[in-house]
């Protein structure tokens, strides 16, 4: 589609910046092709700053000053009704301190662990099995992405209600005449459970992301890699996996920051208090549990929300780091 | 098009200083005073606790009566969900937004009333407590701190739901339910035997108020701390200890929540349940097996008194409109609104004389009358075993550690110490 000279010419001139517009003031001549020129103004000085402004005020007020309101906090001993005083690194001193920091810091850990790899390996898989073009095809995408876009409260409740000792899960078990599992008892288990949500929530969600980067897979790879005999498995780590590589960089890092700000799952699960004696508490969970309600110690939870802060930083660094490291 | 740096500093920090004012949390202005005296006018903000789904039309007739009583005055009723109450309430707070009449449990109260934002009712408003019972209008005083700080509304107590067809196969007498606790020890322990632990008697672990039916003493006398690692204490946990290593507590009971329980009792996977008048209606509905076997007696109690819980009204001390807030206040809490309220749902006034009106006192042949009655006459002698003081936080402590005396991992007496130990250092900083 061409643009009218008129349009052309101003865009030229806002490219090339002031050198390449009439200077100030200069009479407004008719154009080459007889139409009045309309005059452009390029250096209206702060109108960058008019569209800048909104997206400055809304990261301003929505992102950088809570940021930096809660490591204020956190050197404070406020509370959600009282103006705090400044009391230094105690809340640091006394995170260390907490037994149910380090069961937090211990379950976020193990939740990032046990949740990462599944979630970079499966969705890969699954987006292989869904990228072929077949009749039908369609419906089973949509299906595999449902849980994505189900609310979590809702599939929350569902598993609850699945993996109950009375629930669908347990009669099956039961009907084979084994005992019944204690998912939602035991505390081990119970983080497990919560785990697998995250896993079956998440898959369709990384799936679309792989389906995007096989796509741009050439298909001349297969094709030569098949010619020279590889089959279906040497072909998926010497072609796929090396053409997915970033993707995979891109799914973990993602993945690793989620799994360890984990709440609403394991929330759901293990009650508000953080499944039996509170031992499947996540560090997320603890800054609910102690800094909010009319009560809540906001500077203490403020301390936990800066070490989950450095931590996830550092998570994504170290993945930064190792793809660049990949890549050279 | 290019912008001087200075200029470009001086944008940006215009800019966020906007941003600064506009998210500024506004800091409580805690000059507020404890009188009420003035015209009755303005627009009075109301809050209340998930009532708008059930009893709009009630509220809406109160309003309206009271504006048609106070010519000049407005109600502007609000509305909140059950779910996160008290994280809104602390947001309106710290806000600067809390509204002038607030419905509020003393546990909400606590904390507001010393942040310097509920109001002194002794002060601005003591020439109503006649109209009160006793033990409600007393209901939100707040240790360490003179004065009442909220109007009380109403009271609820509920008696024990139990599952006679479970009682039966266990070879317990139907007729003859617990009422001790002793009795429920002994009866849970012989149901668990007789069915091999897969019928439990109860479905979550002992909360606050289940201590204080115990006959435990739950604070010291000057309300500086709490005092439930006493004996008695120590003794209720290891008898639910015994329970808990016999299946005669649902196997989930250390996370399950009230929801939880009730699912269960109606799975019939739990033989005895708390509830009211509404879990029957909901049992009659969606459990219509169970509810032909239900059996409805007095909670257990060892101190022959039954838990009551209460529900308050309390006014912003922050308030532009104090005498119209205090009146409405009043208002929605006087006899004859309570009355009328009480009509609606089964709750019980907490205005003097109401519990002897025929509708609390006389039968009407329904099971759901039954319950009303039976809970009007306890709800007499009833005490509110939950301190005021008691906040979520301490619930969830107290919860888990009960929690760590079950599984085996503490003592119930180190258990009880450190709950109490956290409660109290919470305690000194609410």
């Known amino acids: 589609m061409s643009e009218s000279p008129v349009t052309d010419r101003a865009t030229a001139a806002a490219v090339a910046g002031p050198a390449a517009s009439p200077a100030k003031g200069a009479a407004a001549g008719p154009a080459p092709g007889g139409r009045p020129h309309r005059k452009v103004r390029t250096h209206l000085p702060g109108t960058p700053w008019l569209f800048l402004g909104p997206g400055l005020l809304i990261v301003g007020g929505f992102s950088l000053y809570p940021f930096v309101t809660t490591v204020v906090d956190s050197f404070t001993d406020r509370r959600t009704l009282v103006e705090g005083q400044y009391v230094g690194g105690a809340n640091y001193q006394e995170l260390i301190?907490?037994?149910?920091?380090?069961?937090?810091?211990?379950?976020?850990?193990?939740?990032?662990?046990?949740?990462?790899?599944?979630?970079?390996?499966?969705?890969?898989?699954?987006?292989?099995?869904?990228?072929?073009?077949i009749p039908g095809i369609a419906f089973f995408r949509s299906a595999f992405y449902t849980p994505v876009v189900a609310s979590v409260v809702v599939v929350g409740l569902i598993w609850v209600w699945l993996l109950d000792d009375?629930?669908?899960?347990?009669?099956?078990?039961?009907?084979?005449?084994?005992?019944?599992?204690?998912?939602?008892?035991?505390?081990?288990?119970?983080?497990?459970?919560?785990?697998?949500?995250?896993?079956?929530?998440?898959?369709?969600?990384?799936?679309?992301?792989?389906?995007?980067?096989?796509?741009?897979?050439?298909?001349?790879?297969?094709?030569?890699?098949?010619?020279?005999?590889?089959?279906?498995?040497?072909?998926?780590?010497?072609?796929?996996?090396?053409?997915?590589?970033?993707?995979?960089?891109?799914?973990?890092?993602?993945?690793?920051?989620?799994?360890?700000?984990?709440?609403?799952e394991v929330y759901l699960m293990a009650g508000p208090g953080g499944g039996p004696g509170g031992d499947d508490t996540t560090l997320v969970m603890l800054v609910k549990q102690t800094g909010t309600g009319l009560s809540g110690r906001v500077g203490y939870a403020s301390a936990i929300s800066v070490v989950v802060f450095v931590i996830t930083l550092g998570l994504m660094l170290l993945v930064l780091r190792a793809n660049r490291k990949e890549d050279s | 098009m290019r912008m001087s740096r200075r200029r470009a500093v001086a944008a940006t920090a215009v800019a966020?200083?906007?941003?600064?004012?506009?998210?500024?949390?506004?800091?409580?202005?805690?000059?507020?005073?404890?009188?009420?005296?003035?015209?009755?006018?303005?627009?009075?903000?109301?809050?209340?606790?998930?009532?708008k789904t059930g009893f709009k039309g009630y509220f809406e007739k109160l309003i309206d009566d009271f504006e048609d009583k106070y010519p000049g005055t407005k109600v502007n009723w609000i509305d909140q969900p059950a779910e996160g109450y008290a994280d809104k309430l602390s947001s309106?707070?710290?806000?600067?937004?809390?509204?002038?009449?607030?419905?509020?449990?003393?546990?909400?109260?606590?904390?507001?009333?010393?942040?310097?934002?509920?109001?002194?009712?002794?002060?601005?408003?003591?020439?109503?407590?006649?109209?009160?019972?006793?033990?409600?209008?007393?209901?939100?005083?707040?240790p360490g701190m003179d004065g009442v700080y909220a109007f009380p509304w109403y009271l609820n107590t509920g008696p024990m739901f139990y599952n006679k067809g479970l009682f039966k196969d266990a070879g317990l007498d139907?007729?003859?339910?617990?009422?001790?606790?002793?009795?429920?020890?002994?009866?849970?322990?012989?149901?668990?035997?007789?069915?091999?632990?897969?019928?439990?008697?109860?479905?979550?672990?002992?909360?606050?108020?289940?201590?204080?039916r115990y006959g435990v003493k739950l604070m010291k006398e000057d309300g500086s701390g709490f005092s439930f690692n006493e004996p008695k204490g120590v003794e209720l946990v290891t008898q639910y200890k015994k329970l808990f290593d016999a299946?005669?507590?649902?196997?989930?009971?250390?996370?399950n929540q009230a929801e939880a329980t009730g699912r269960k009792f109606k799975q019939q996977s739990v033989a005895m349940n708390p509830?009211?008048?509404?879990?029957?209606?909901?049992?009659?509905?969606?459990?219509?097996?169970?509810?032909?076997?239900?059996?409805?007696?007095?909670?257990?109690?060892?101190?022959?008194?039954?838990?009551?819980?209460?529900?308050?009204?309390?006014?912003?001390?922050?308030?532009?409109?104090?005498?119209?807030?205090?009146?409405?206040?009043?208002?929605?809490?006087?006899?004859?609104?309570?009355?009328?309220?009480?009509?609606?749902?089964?709750?019980?006034?907490?205005?003097?004389?109401?519990?002897?009106?025929?509708?609390?006192?006389?039968?009407?042949?329904?099971?759901?009358?039954?319950?009303?009655v039976a809970s009007a006459k306890a709800i007499k002698t009833a005490v509110n075993y939950t301190p005021a003081v008691f906040s979520e936080q301490m619930k969830v402590v107290l919860r888990n550690e009960v929690a760590k005396a079950m599984q085996g991992k503490k003592s119930p007496k180190e258990a009880l110490d450190a709950a109490v130990a956290e409660c109290d250092k919470l305690l000194k900083t609410a």
């Open chain 1, 97 to 133: 301190h907490d037994d149910k920091f380090w069961t937090g810091l211990r379950n976020s850990l193990l939740y990032m662990v046990g949740v990462v790899p599944l979630l970079v390996i499966l969705p890969l898989l699954l987006a292989m099995l869904v990228a072929r073009k």
């Open chain 1, 166 to 264: 009375r629930g669908l899960v347990n009669s099956m078990v039961t009907g084979l005449g084994l005992d019944r599992i204690p998912f939602l008892s035991d505390s081990t288990l119970l983080l497990v459970s919560a785990m697998l949500v995250t896993v079956w929530k998440g898959l369709g969600y990384y799936m679309i992301i792989y389906l995007a980067a096989l796509a741009n897979v050439p298909r001349e790879l297969h094709e030569a890699a098949a010619v020279d005999g590889a089959g279906a498995v040497r072909r998926f780590f010497t072609v796929t996996v090396p053409a997915v590589r970033s993707t995979m960089v891109l799914v973990g890092a993602l993945s690793s920051v989620a799994a360890f700000k984990v709440f609403s």
């Open chain 2, 16 to 51: 966020l200083s906007s941003v600064l004012v506009l998210t500024a949390c506004g800091s409580s202005d805690e000059g507020g005073s404890d009188s009420a005296e003035g015209k009755i006018e303005g627009t009075v903000d109301f809050q209340t606790w998930n009532l």
């Open chain 2, 92 to 142: 309106d707070a710290a806000a600067g937004n809390l509204p002038d009449v607030v419905n509020v449990s003393p546990d909400l109260v606590h904390p507001l009333a010393k942040a310097g934002l509920a109001m002194n009712l002794e002060k601005a408003a003591g020439k109503y407590r006649g109209e009160y019972l006793e033990g409600a209008w007393k209901s939100h005083e707040l």
């Open chain 2, 174 to 212: 139907p007729e003859k339910p617990p009422k001790t606790y002793d009795e429920l020890f002994d009866a849970a322990l012989e149901m668990a035997d007789e069915s091999k632990g897969k019928i439990a008697m109860l479905g979550g672990i002992p909360a606050v108020e289940d201590f204080g």
């Open chain 2, 247 to 255: 299946g005669a507590l649902d196997s989930q009971a250390l996370t």
């Open chain 2, 275 to 372: 509830g009211g008048a509404l879990d029957l209606e909901k049992y009659k509905k969606e459990a219509p097996s169970l509810y032909k076997n239900i059996g409805i007696t007095p909670a257990v109690s060892n101190t022959g008194k039954d838990n009551m819980y209460v529900m308050g009204v309390m006014v912003n001390k922050q308030s532009d409109v104090k005498p119209a807030a205090v009146a409405f206040a009043h208002f929605v809490t006087n006899a004859e609104n309570q009355m009328g309220f009480a009509k609606e749902v089964t709750i019980f006034p907490s205005t003097k004389g109401s519990l002897d009106d025929p509708f609390f006192t006389k039968e009407d042949g329904t099971d759901e009358g039954r319950v009303k």
